[in-house]
């Protein structure tokens, strides 16, 4: 390997031949260049996983919209960054199995000779300098851990099962991300067929008191001057109703591109802008079954598992404090200095096999007390927890039903709603109902609408919320 700065000349002194020596092989060793700096730039990190690619004129469906939260959330970049971190610490932990090698150097320079009193034979008092005008020094250390007594393999499962908890942690934001697309995608469904509703019913009310002016002008008594001004309350009352509902759906997209982690330049088409139909209920039923399943899929449940192994490990980590530490130490010094006849000779190898032997420590059993305390509370709160999953999927469950049920009772309401306005409207036409009856029959069967689609609504938000508590995924993902 040439490293020209390196060659002997007679102008260097031997001691910066040294030093350069030392750095040219360090720097060729770890950089593959010699001396030379590395002019090769650093590639940023790519994605975690790659994200899908959809065609410009690609229009999304709440599938899609899942599978492309899971790549670029914002969230769950960080999530897996800071998984990705952790694992360094088990590199970490398990480098303590490995020797470790340190080069030093120092360049030492004084303005004079520190020099000590020696007196010779007894006879005559002489100053020996002990530095030179520059002393540089050059070293080698080399360690390397036999044995610690259980510490070294305790603490390296701790940090793998650490990095498996923030691995599954991933996991878990993934079903929260997925389960808040799905809410806010049947929100954006869910004002968008409102909104549908109640243009269908201004325009009716529009046609009402268009009918209504045009009877009150001609003189018939089947309508009067107030049919016109209830219709144009109910208009302007609708009205207002559609500014909040289109407002409200706005703000539900908009959340719903930050959670699939969209830009704001880029664009986010839908296939389809309103509420699916419900399942039946056998589905629903059959959705039921999987609770035991999906108990033991939960992330949370097997992060708990491994927080309760993590507390054991660290009472035998406690309790291995009382065992000794064996490792062996290793050293080279060269020292040169200026004018110095005593430091131009100072160097050596020292090697040491060092045992540590614990005798007395005060804070070893009150840490040993603490594992111990914390164990306990670590299996209580397991206890605790998984009676709260159970207690969450089981509730969950009953309210979709629930749900389910509302919602068949809400479509028949609906059905009702619109005989009624049929009915109404054919009677009116027959002169047998009074022309406010028509209005207030346009609004029964809106409000019967709207009511059946909140039901819908509901309905597809708890089976949402009981795929996530159920680990139910229709995408397959993970870390």
Known sequence: MPVPWCAASPERPYVLKCAAGWFCFFAGSFLGAGCAP????????SQFPAAPIYPPEHRYSLDDLIALSIHRNAGLDVARYEAEAVQGLVDQVKALWLPQFRFDFAALAYDNDLSYEARAFGL???????????????????????????KRTSGLKQAKMYAEIKRLDVLRIQDAVAFDVANYYHLVCLTNDIDVVLEDAVRRLRVFRHVADNLTRRGSLRSSN??????????????????????????????????????????MPLRQVSLPPAMTASEMISAYENVVEGFSKRPEARQLDLFTEIRKEQVKFAKAAWNP??????????????NNSIFGA???????????????????????????GFEQASLAFQRQF???ITLEIKVTAIDAQKALANE?????????????????RQAYSRELVPASAVATAIGL???????????????????????????????????
């Open 346 to 372: 100072i160097d050596g190898l020292i090697a040491s096999l060092v045992v540590d032997l614990p005798i007395y420590d005060a804070g070893r059993l009150g840490k040993l007390r603490e594992a111990l």
């Open 445 to 479: 069967d809106m409000l019967a609408k709207i009511q059946h689609l909140q039901t819908l609504y509901a309905y597809h938000d708890s089976r949402a919320r009981l795929k996530r508590v159920t680990v139910d995924r229709e995408v397959q993902y993970g870390y």
């Open 408 to 424: 068949m009772k809400a479509a028949r309401a609906r059905a009702a709603g619109m005989e009624h306005y049929d009915a109404t």
């Open 226 to 267: 107030l049919d016109r001004l209830q219709a144009d309350y109910f208009i302007s009352q609708l009205d207002q109703f559609r500014v909040l509902v289109q407002a409200g759906r706005q703000q539900a997209y908009e959340a719903l591109k930050h959670f699939v982690g969209l830009g704001r330049e880029e664009s």
């Open 38 to 45: 590395s002019t090769k730039k650093s590639q940023p990190i």
């Open 325 to 338: 530490n064996v490792l062996i130490l290793g050293s080279y010094v060269d020292t040169q200095g200026s």
């Open 386 to 388: 998984e009676e709260l």
């Open 124 to 150: 005559a008092t002489i100053n020996v300098p002990i530095t030179g005008t520059y002393n540089f020094v050059n070293s080698l250390a080399f360690s390397q851990i036999l044995y610690t007594g259980g």
